[in-house]
């Protein structure tokens, strides 16, 4: 590392000769372009949050209560595009694949600087363009997330310019793919081999080939809708000789590997987190690594398990459901051997495990009441409840955002140099814990009841579970304006740290905290291995 920009601050130096706002706008530096998807997601994640909230005061009590029924269709598909596209699904790959893993790697950059930029413009253009969509036309989409056919042909609503935003939302994601397994493939430091890698870089590496290769089958279809809207082309239209069901099979051989890009990610982080504040040796660190791949198989097979209502034939359903309860497997080997390495380990409750340890028990939880959803005889009754919002939730909340918030509490100190207050981060995760299980326990049981998810309106019998969760949603809403604020106060006037507050092993804890420009201020050291902590202690 002899060049002199490399101890310079990548705060302080972006490596152009632009100066203020655009020498981020337009940086190649990836913890740069990491902490600008950062923001933006955040931002756009308190937008779906205040969505949700509003989604939720409608549904406290039977009737109208502060919105007409047509616009709370607009608000949960606005939420669900948002949550979906711009903020769950790029959160922990775009943000902290980007700041982390080429430091992990003991590089100074991913594979493609310029192209890793050009995904984050494609990522501003399709959220800027999806919010776009709300404001021209004849108003915001209607039609849910999914963007189902044929409703979404006919509706007068705004879906064209929606369905593009996420077509380029698509392509953004597609490029940070290449780039991490390019990355991975070609930029590992002497002596970082495979079986050295961390285990968040192997949850990424998994996630980039899901990337790659699911992305462009939502790209086509989202695309064919548009086609069928402007052109009038019967690909899905059942009075022009379409077929809707195929629009299903299309969007769903994407949507459920894509509930695995949220989700390996925050496996990822967990993974590296556990072992640090266990102060032991991941359990089973090749099974974790090959289980990531596993799942990202396996998970790539499952797709038509949404559709055991949509008229398949037994022995598919039969297929279907088989693969389900497979894929569960691996998922279940990366729980037993988290809480194997938690078993008679120093543990430190700081607040990144506290954030793990919520992931494991509510992504738990969602993934057993998955199974009942992939056993076809159950899923029949359960079907389009509010028993599959509160699985959903479960599985992409509490796993990928609970992920988000741990790994935001592990690695934004290394990244700006100072620590929040962890005594507050501890209440935060406290109040966010109970308000998540207050605000969608209720619906596995109004669901089991045969309360209709997307309703409007529903029956006065339905009346309490809405209510507790409603209730739920605003001590959740509390905790993360407490978890937010403390985290803003911690990285602009917190107490520094140094190099290695937590006592980690891998290679980002051996460098500068804010990082230099290219990433190291000296030659790291690659012969430890990732977990080995021996001679390793916290340096705050």
């Known amino acids: 590392m002899e060049n002199t920009n490399a101890v310079k601050s990548f705060y302080e130096d972006s490596g152009s000769s632009r100066t203020g706002i655009m020498s981020w706008l337009f940086t190649t530096d990836h913890k740069r372009i990491g902490l600008m998807y950062m923001y933006v997601l955040l931002a756009m994640f308190v937008v779906g949050v205040c969505l949700g909230l509003a989604i939720r005061l409608e549904l406290i009590a039977p009737g109208k209560t502060i919105?007409?029924?047509?616009?709370?269709?607009?608000?949960?598909?606005l939420h669900?595009?948002?949550?979906?596209?711009?903020?769950?699904?790029p959160s922990i790959p775009a943000a902290f694949g980007n700041m982390i893993l080429p430091i992990q790697l003991g590089a100074e950059d991913?594979?493609?600087?310029?192209?890793?930029?050009?995904?984050?413009?494609?990522?501003?253009?399709?959220?800027?363009?999806?919010?776009?969509?709300?404001?021209?036309?004849?108003?915001?989409?209607?039609?849910?997330?999914?963007f189902y056919v044929p409703f979404s042909e006919f509706t007068t609503t705004n879906v064209s310019v929606?369905?593009?935003?996420?077509?380029?939302?698509?392509f953004s994601s597609i490029l940070t793919g290449i780039n991490f397994i390019t990355t991975i493939h070609r930029?590992?430091?002497?002596?970082?081999?495979?079986?050295?890698?961390?285990?968040?870089?192997?949850?990424?590496?998994?996630?980039?080939?899901?990337?790659?290769?699911?992305?462009?089958?939502?790209?086509?279809?989202?695309?064919?809708?548009?086609?069928?809207?402007?052109?009038?082309v019967g690909l899905f239209d059942p009075n022009k000789g379409g077929d809707p069901?195929?629009?299903?099979?299309?969007?769903?051989?994407?949507?459920?590997?894509?509930?695995?890009?949220?989700?390996?990610?925050?496996?990822g982080v967990v993974s590296d987190i556990i072992p640090v504040f266990a102060r032991k040796n991941i359990f089973g660190y090749k099974t974790i690594a090959v289980s990531s791949l596993m799942i990202a198989f396996a998970g790539s097979l499952v797709w038509a398990h949404h559709m055991f209502t949509s008229g398949m034939s037994d022995t598919a359903v039969l297929i279907f459901s088989l693969l389900t309860f497979v894929v569960a497997i691996p998922s279940a080997i990366k729980v037993f051997?988290?809480?194997?390495?938690?078993?008679?380990?120093?543990?430190?409750?700081?607040?990144?495990?506290?954030?793990?340890?919520?992931?494991?028990?509510?992504?738990?939880?969602?993934?057993?009441?998955?199974?009942?959803?992939?056993?076809?005889?159950?899923?029949?009754?359960v079907h389009d409840t509010y028993f599959v919002v509160s699985h959903f939730h479960y599985v992409i909340f509490g796993g990928t955002g609970f992920g988000l918030f741990a790994a935001m509490h592990y690695w934004l100190p290394k990244m700006y140099?100072?620590?929040?207050?962890?005594?507050?981060?501890?209440?935060?995760?406290?109040?966010?814990?109970?308000?998540?299980?207050?605000?969608?326990?209720?619906?596995?049981?109004?669901?089991?009841?045969?309360?209709?998810?997307?309703?409007?309106?529903?029956?006065?019998?339905?009346?309490?579970?809405?209510?507790?969760s409603t209730f739920g949603s605003w001590i959740l809403a509390l905790g993360l304006i407490i978890m937010f604020v403390n985290l803003y106060k911690g990285y602009t006037k917190g107490p520094k740290i140094g190099r290695n507050p937590w006592g980690g092993s891998t290679l980002e804890w051996q460098t500068m905290s804010p990082p230099p420009l290219l990433n190291f201020d000296r030659e790291p050291d690659t012969s430890r291995r990732p977990y080995d902590f021996k001679g390793v202690t916290p340096d705050e």
């Open 67 to 77: 919105m007409e029924a047509q616009t709370y269709n607009a608000v949960f598909t």
């Open 80 to 89: 669900g595009v948002i949550m979906i596209f711009i903020v769950v699904i």
């Open 110 to 146: 991913v594979s493609f600087p310029r192209l890793n930029l050009l995904s984050w413009w494609l990522y501003i253009t399709g959220t800027v363009m999806a919010l776009f969509s709300l404001f021209t036309g004849q108003g915001a989409p209607d039609t849910g997330w999914t």
């Open 162 to 170: 929606a369905v593009i935003a996420v077509f380029i939302l698509g």
């Open 187 to 232: 930029l590992r430091a002497p002596g970082i081999t495979w079986t050295k890698m961390p285990l968040f870089a192997w949850s990424l590496y998994a996630t980039g080939w899901i990337q790659v290769l699911a992305t462009p089958v939502l790209g086509i279809t989202v695309l064919l809708i548009f086609v069928e809207r402007v052109l009038g």
């Open 245 to 267: 069901i195929l629009y299903q099979h299309l969007f769903w051989i994407y949507s459920h590997p894509a509930v695995y890009i949220m989700i390996l990610p925050a496996m």
């Open 337 to 381: 051997n988290w809480t194997a390495t938690l078993y008679k380990g120093s543990i430190t409750l700081e607040p990144p495990l506290l954030y793990s340890l919520g992931f494991i028990f509510l992504f738990s939880v969602g993934g057993l009441t998955g199974l009942i959803l992939g056993s076809a005889g159950t899923d029949i009754h």
């Open 417 to 468: 140099g100072r620590m929040y207050n962890k005594k507050v981060a501890k209440i935060a995760f406290a109040v966010l814990f109970v308000g998540f299980n207050l605000l969608y326990m209720p619906l596995f049981v109004i669901g089991l009841q045969g309360m209709p998810r997307r309703y409007y309106d529903y029956l006065p019998q339905y009346q309490t579970g809405h209510m507790i």
